[in-house]
C-alpha cells in the first residue's frame, strides 16, 4: 500500500516539477537575451558560439531554478490531492502524513544530488567557460577588424600600428609598437612584418615579429640600447579581458580552489568571510530543498479552492520570502557583522523550524494558520 502510495506522489511531483524547470529556466534564460543579441551584432559570431553560451549559462541558472521548481511541483502536488479529497481517503486508510512525506524526501534526495552536481562542478565549469567564450570572441573580433595605417591601443601597455594587412593570410606589414614599461620612455618595436596568433591559455594573443629592431633606453645612466632580431614574440592582452587563473572570481572556482583561497587569506591576514559564504552557499542552496519539502507538504494540505494556481503562488511567496532573507544574512556575513558559517545556513535553519513546527501540527490536524492559531489564543 505505502509503496503504491509512494509511486503515485512521486508522479504528482515529478510532473509540475520539470514543468516548472522547464519554464522557469526559460524565462530566466530571456533575461540573457540581450547579452546574446549584442554578441551577434556587435561581435559577429556564429551559431556554435551561441550554443556554447546558452549551455556555459545553464548552470547559473539551474542554481536557482531547481529548488523552486521542487517548492513548486510539491505544493502542486498536494494541493490537488487534498483539493480532490485524496489526502483524506488516505487517512480514512490508516495511513498517516509521515507515510505522504516519505517519497516526497525521497525525491528531495534525488533533487538535492542534482543540484550538489551543479553547484560543485556544473557552475565554476560554465562561469569559467562563458569567460572564456566572450573573451575569445572579443579576441576574434578585433584581430578580424584591424585597419590598416591605424593606431590601436586596445593592448594592455601596447600601442600598435599596421601599414598593410593581407586580409586572406592575415600576415601584417610595416610594423611600429610602443611598449609602456610604466615608467621612463617606451619601448619601442619596429618590425618588416608579423602575424597574430592566439595563446594556448586563451587569455592572451601572440605577435610574432619578423625582421625588426627594437630600441630601449635603460633608466638612471641614460644608456640607449638598439638590437636587430629576425624573430621576436610579444604576449598581449587585451584591455578590460580575463586574466591568468590566479584572477579568477569566486564563481569560477571549483570547492578545493575555494578552500584553498580562504586558507590563504587566513594566512595572509585577509578577511575570507566572503569567501566562505561563497564556499558554503555551493551547499546550502542545493540542500534547501530538504526544508522546501517539510514546509510544502502542509501547506498544500491547506483548504483551498484553485488548487494548481494557489500552490504557484505560495511557493512564490515562499522562495521570495527565503531569499530576501539570505540575502540579508549574507551582507551581514560579508561586513562580518555575522559569522559567515552563520550567514549562510541561518535561512535553512529557520525554514526546517518552520517546517517542522508547521508539518506537526498539520499531521495532528490541527491548524498552521496564524490568523486561526490567533484566534484560538484569543478565544481562550
Avoid: C
Amino acid at each position: 500500500m505505502r509503496w503504491i502510495l509512494g509511486r503515485y506522489i512521486l508522479k504528482e511531483i515529478w510532473t509540475p516539477f520539470l514543468l516548472s524547470l522547464v519554464i522557469l529556466t526559460a524565462i530566466s534564460l530571456l533575461t540573457k537575451a540581450v547579452r546574446i543579441v549584442e554578441l551577434l551584432l556587435v561581435q559577429g559570431v556564429g551559431g556554435g558560439f551561441i550554443l556554447w553560451f546558452i549551455v556555459s549559462v545553464l548552470p547559473s541558472l539551474l542554481l536557482y531554478t531547481i529548488p523552486i521548481a521542487f517548492l513548486i511541483g510539491v505544493l502542486v502536488a498536494f494541493t490537488r490531492l487534498s483539493s480532490d479529497s485524496e489526502l483524506t481517503a488516505m487517512k480514512a486508510s490508516g495511513l498517516s502524513l509521515y507515510a505522504a512525506l516519505r517519497p516526497v524526501l525521497l525525491f528531495a534526495a534525488f533533487v538535492y544530488a542534482a543540484s550538489l552536481l551543479v553547484t560543485l562542478y556544473l557552475f565554476p565549469w560554465g562561469n569559467l567557460t562563458l569567460k572564456n567564450l566572450v573573451y575569445e570572441a572579443s579576441k576574434e573580433k578585433f584581430i578580424s577588424g584591424l585597419e590598416e595605417k591605424t593606431f590601436y591601443d586596445s593592448f594592455k601597455g601596447f600601442v600598435i600600428y599596421i601599414d598593410k594587412i593581407n586580409l586572406k593570410s592575415g600576415e601584417m606589414e610595416g610594423i611600429f609598437i610602443s611598449e609602456s614599461g610604466g615608467e621612463g620612455e617606451p619601448n619601442l618595436f619596429f618590425a618588416a612584418g608579423g602575424v597574430f596568433s592566439p595563446a594556448t591559455d586563451r587569455q592572451t594573443v601572440y605577435l610574432k615579429l619578423n625582421d625588426g629592431v627594437m630600441h630601449r633606453k635603460t633608466e638612471g645612466n641614460g644608456t640607449y640600447h638598439i638590437a636587430d632580431f629576425s624573430s621576436y614574440t610579444l604576449e598581449l592582452g587585451l584591455s578590460g579581458q580575463p586574466g591568468a587563473a590566479s584572477e579568477r572570481r569566486n564563481k569560477e572556482m571549483y570547492a578545493g580552489e575555494l578552500r584553498e583561497k580562504i586558507a590563504l587569506a587566513k594566512a595572509s591576514g585577509e578577511d575570507p568571510s566572503r569567501h566562505i559564504i561563497d564556499l558554503h552557499k555551493r551547499f546550502a542552496i542545493p540542500s534547501s530543498v530538504f526544508v522546501f519539502a517539510l514546509l510544502g507538504v502542509p501547506l498544500g494540505l491547506q483548504k483551498i479552492r484553485v488548487a494548481r494556481f494557489t500552490g504557484f503562488s505560495i511557493a512564490i511567496g515562499v522562495v521570495l520570502v527565503y531569499y530576501l532573507l539570505s540575502t540579508g544574512f549574507e551582507a551581514l556575513g560579508e561586513s562580518s557583522s555575522l559569522n559567515p558559517f552563520v550567514a549562510v545556513w541561518a535561512t535553512d535553519f529557520i525554514f526546517l523550524v518552520a517546517g517542522l513546527f508547521v508539518f506537526s501540527r498539520t499531521s495532528a490536524d490541527r491548524s498552521a494558520n496564524p490568523l486561526t492559531m490567533l484566534r484560538g489564543v484569543r478565544s481562550r
